[in-house]
């Protein structure tokens, strides 16, 4: 097979691919430029932007709309990195992006921002659109970068036996998080294949699994069966590590037949999973009533139970979710048979400010929303995105060590490293041309 020759090859058509290549045509269009480099974007799955297609819920929160200094204690684990990449293309610059392309957004909640028509495939038509009515970068689907080897310029081949000869590339392949989306981590190997240092991964944002929650892989105990689908709101966890308060969070919880997740799960996930990887002790503490002190739920209760009926599960709709009550007993149970009825009620307000949940696992890149670790941030310029070891070898988006909380952080940093790598590879064909 012929060798094709290409000024730049972008290697993944997701968030960042995508965004990438819109900027790169963006930035060619804006100054009227008549050189025009030729350009490939390679997806390997049949249609780009396959996992914009499930952020969200379907609905893809697409940024944050907050500013730096709010926005940045949400990206891990070096923001100070991540500031350059946002102060070129921010959380406005994103919206601002896709408005003028005709997606209406919506700003919900926490500065989280939708579009408008709360279908996520329409962020990824937007970009795919655009890219396509630019016509400056040529995109290629259903074949997959296989290797990559850097001589005087980069040598990639490919799944249907092709190579490709680039000046520059951009790795913008991802994590590992949902393989089925195309994101199977190909960009590590390739990048330590051309020296560069990648740093351990795990899942991050992902469901924390309780201590004897299943009874057997896919199978739950009795007391999670009862827990499963239970939603909670407004409780409050603390993240235990070795014993000590390592976070502590209050919001909206979810248990699901991956364990504890919803918003408050994921925002503890992170440092869970990776104190679990150091080997350390991890347990997660409920409280079900962080609105009232230990003293004023014991009041509540002493006021309930002067009505006349002190009896614990009754005691218990009064204060709690129908569907927590039954795990509640159960998971009290030794604290709550053990005593007379007058010493369970007793123990009633500490109980419900502390339910404790040891953690012995979590759920994997199969379901998990995010990558933690990547291509190490020292040997990628903050400036640029390109790597300070191979030149015309730029990083964009998962693939690097950076993420994000949930609120729309991982897709804005998507988004702003690829915005700027698409700036120094404009800068490049500027200078050469
Ligand atoms: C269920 C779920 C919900 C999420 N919701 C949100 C949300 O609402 N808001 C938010 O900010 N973030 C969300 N995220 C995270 C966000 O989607 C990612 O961080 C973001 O998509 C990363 O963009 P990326 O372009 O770096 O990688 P990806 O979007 O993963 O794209 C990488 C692309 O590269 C392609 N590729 C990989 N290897 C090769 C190869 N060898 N050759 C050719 N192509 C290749 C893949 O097929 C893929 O299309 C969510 C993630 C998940 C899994």
């Known amino acids: 097979m012929e060798t094709l020759r290409r000024d730049l ?32 974007l390679i997806e390997k799955m049949m249609r780009p932007g396959r996992k ?11 940024t944050n709309a907050r500013m730096w200094d709010e926005f940045s204690v949400h990206v891990h684990p070096n923001p100070n990195f991540f500031k350059n990449a946002f102060y070129n293309f921010s959380s406005a610059d994103t919206m601002d992006f896709f408005r003028r392309l005709g997606l209406e957004l919506t700003v919900e909640r926490g500065q989280r921002v939708y579009p408008k028509s709360m279908k996520a495939q329409d962020v990824t038509d937007t970009l795919v659109r655009y890219v396509k009515r630019c016509k400056t970068v040529e995109i290629s689907t259903e074949v997959s970068v296989d290797s990559i080897s850097s001589g005087e310029n980069f040598k ?21 998080s949902y393989p089925a989306t ?15 240092t990648v740093t351990p991964r795990y899942p991050s944002l992902t469901a924390l699994t309780p201590k004897g929650y299943k009874e057997q892989p896919a199978v739950l105990s009795g007391w999670a069966k009862q827990l ?26 979810d248990f699901t037949d991956g364990g504890i997740e919803g918003a408050l799960g994921f925002r503890v996930s992170r440092k869970a999973v990776l104190s679990l990887a150091r080997g350390q002790k991890v347990s997660l503490i409920l409280d079900l009533k962080p609105s009232l002190s230990l003293s004023q739920l014991s009041e509540r209760i002493k006021r309930e ?18 569907q927590m009550i039954q795990p509640f007993l159960t998971i009290h149970k030794k604290s709550l048979q053990m005593q007379s009825n007058s010493k369970a009620v007793e123990e009633l307000p500490k109980l419900l400010k502390n339910t404790q949940f040891d953690i012995d696992s979590y759920v994997g890149y199969e379901r998990c929303v995010v990558t933690n670790g990547g291509v190490s941030l020292s040997e990628i310029s903050q400036k640029s995105m390109e790597s300070k070891l191979k030149k015309g070898l730029f990083f964009a988006g998962e693939v690097i060590d950076l993420d994000g909380d949930t609120g729309g952080y991982n897709l804005q940093i998507a988004f702003s490293t690829a915005a700027l790598a698409a700036r120094s590879i404009v800068d490049v064909f500027k200078r050469e041309s």
């Open 182 to 196: 195309g994101s199977t981590g190909d960009g590590y190997a390739f990048a330590e294949g051309l020296g560069h």
């Open 228 to 253: 499963c689908g239970l939603q909670l709101k407004n409780v409050s966890l603390s993240l235990m590590v070795n014993g000590n308060v390592a976070q502590e969070e209050f919001g909206d919880l």
């Open 156 to 176: 990639l081949t490919l799944s249907d036996g092709s190579v490709v000869e680039s000046r520059m590339v951009l790795i913008a392949t991802g994590g590992l």
């Open 305 to 322: 139970s002067s009505t006349g009926n002190n009896n614990v599960k009754y005691l218990l709709s009064k204060l709690l979710p129908r």
């Open 9 to 40: 090859v972008i290697i993944g058509g997701g968030a960042a691919g995508l965004m990438a290549a819109a900027q790169i045509s963006s930035l060619f269009l804006e100054e009227g430029n008549s050189y025009r480099p030729s350009i490939l």
């Open 52 to 62: 914009i297609g499930i952020t969200g819920k379907g609905r893809c929160n697409l």
